[in-house]
C-alpha cells in the first residue's frame, strides 16, 4: 500500500476515536461493570453502552457504509450483548467480546443487502462513510486547500477499493488499520488464530493495494 494511502486509512481510523488504547486499559473497569449487569443493575450496562458505542459505531459504519443503519445494528449489538451477559465468562476483554457479536451482525447485514458503492456526494455527509472522512477533513482546517482536497480523494479512493474487497478481508483491515487492535484482540473477534490474523492482513493488504493501483 502507498504511503500516502496508509496515511488515508489510518486517517479514518483516527476520526473520532481520540485514544483508541483506551477500551483495552480499562477491561478490569468492564468486568466490575459486566458483573454489576448479571445481578441485574441496568445503570451499569447503560456505563458500558456510553463507554464504547461510539467506537462500535464506527466500526458498524466502516463495514456496511450506511450511518443511520450502523447505528441500528450497534443497538442490536448491545442489545444482544445484554441478552447473553451471563453467557460472558471474562475469557477476553468485553470490548473485543461486544466487537465480535457487532461485526457478525455487519457481515450478515452485508450480506443480506446489495452490495453499496460510495457516491460521497449524492447523499449528503450523513448518509455514508462520507461522515467519517468529513470529519477527518474538518480536522484538517490548518492545511492547504490542496491538501485537504487531496485527503478527501485519497479517503474516497480507499473508502471505495475497501467496499471492494470480501467482507473477512475487509473487516481485518478495519480491526487493525483503523481501529488499531492489536493482532491478540483482532483473534478474538474473529474467532481465528493470530497466525491467521497475520496472514489475511497481509492478504488483505496486497489486495487494497492492487486495488488502488488500478484506480491510479
Same mark, same amino acid.
Given at each position: 500500500? !502507498?504511503?500516502?494511502? +496508509?496515511? +488515508?486509512? %489510518? %486517517?479514518?481510523?483516527? $476520526?473520532?476515536?481520540?485514544?483508541?488504547?483506551?477500551?483495552?486499559?480499562?477491561?478490569?473497569?468492564?468486568?466490575? =461493570?459486566? @458483573?454489576?449487569?448479571?445481578?441485574?443493575?441496568?445503570?451499569?450496562?447503560?456505563?458500558?453502552?456510553?463507554?464504547?458505542? @461510539?467506537? =462500535?459505531?464506527?466500526?458498524?459504519?466502516?463495514?456496511?457504509?450506511?450511518? %443511520?443503519? %450502523?447505528?441500528?445494528?450497534?443497538?442490536?449489538?448491545? =442489545?444482544?450483548?445484554?441478552?447473553?451477559?451471563?453467557?460472558?465468562?471474562?475469557? !477476553?476483554?468485553?470490548?473485543?467480546?461486544?466487537?465480535?457479536?457487532?461485526?457478525?451482525?455487519?457481515? /450478515?447485514?452485508? &450480506?443480506?443487502?446489495? &452490495?453499496? &458503492?460510495?457516491?460521497? =456526494? @449524492?447523499?449528503?455527509?450523513?448518509?455514508?462513510?462520507?461522515? +467519517?472522512?468529513?470529519?477527518?477533513?474538518?480536522? /484538517?482546517?490548518?492545511? +492547504?486547500?490542496?491538501?485537504?482536497?487531496?485527503? $478527501?480523494?485519497?479517503?474516497?479512493?480507499?473508502?471505495?477499493?475497501?467496499?471492494?474487497?470480501?467482507?473477512? #478481508? &475487509?473487516?481485518?483491515?478495519?480491526?487493525?488499520?483503523?481501529?488499531?487492535? @492489536? #493482532?491478540?484482540?483482532?483473534?478474538?473477534?474473529?474467532?481465528?488464530?493470530?497466525?491467521?490474523?497475520?496472514?489475511?492482513?497481509?492478504? $488483505?493488504?496486497?489486495?487494497?493495494?492492487?486495488?488502488?493501483?488500478?484506480?491510479?
Amino acid at each position: 500500500m !502507498s504511503d500516502r494511502a +496508509s496515511k +488515508s486509512v %489510518a %486517517a479514518q481510523g483516527q $476520526a473520532g476515536d481520540e485514544n483508541p488504547s483506551a477500551p483495552a486499559a480499562l477491561s478490569f473497569e468492564d468486568e466490575a =461493570l459486566v @458483573d454489576k449487569c448479571r445481578k441485574g443493575d441496568m445503570q451499569a450496562f447503560g456505563l458500558l453502552v456510553a463507554k464504547h458505542q @461510539d467506537r =462500535l459505531v464506527n466500526m458498524v459504519h466502516r463495514m456496511i457504509g450506511r450511518w %443511520a443503519e %450502523a447505528q441500528e445494528l450497534a443497538q442490536e449489538a448491545f =442489545l444482544k450483548a445484554l441478552e447473553r451477559i451471563s453467557q460472558f465468562r471474562n475469557q !477476553s476483554s468485553f470490548y473485543t467480546w461486544l466487537f465480535r457479536i457487532a461485526a457478525n451482525l455487519a457481515i /450478515s447485514h452485508r &450480506r443480506r443487502s446489495v &452490495r453499496l &458503492r460510495f457516491g460521497l =456526494l @449524492d447523499e449528503g455527509l450523513e448518509g455514508t462513510q462520507a461522515h +467519517s472522512l468529513g470529519d477527518c477533513v474538518a480536522q /484538517s482546517r490548518e492545511q +492547504s486547500p490542496q491538501a485537504v482536497a487531496q485527503l $478527501a480523494e485519497d479517503s474516497k479512493r480507499v473508502a471505495e477499493a475497501l467496499d471492494r474487497l470480501d467482507d473477512d #478481508y &475487509r473487516l481485518v483491515i478495519i480491526l487493525r488499520d483503523m481501529e488499531d487492535m @492489536d #493482532y491478540a484482540q483482532i483473534s478474538r473477534v474473529l474467532d481465528v488464530p493470530p497466525g491467521t490474523v497475520k496472514s489475511r492482513l497481509h492478504r $488483505a493488504r496486497l489486495m487494497l493495494k492492487g486495488l488502488l493501483g488500478e484506480q491510479a
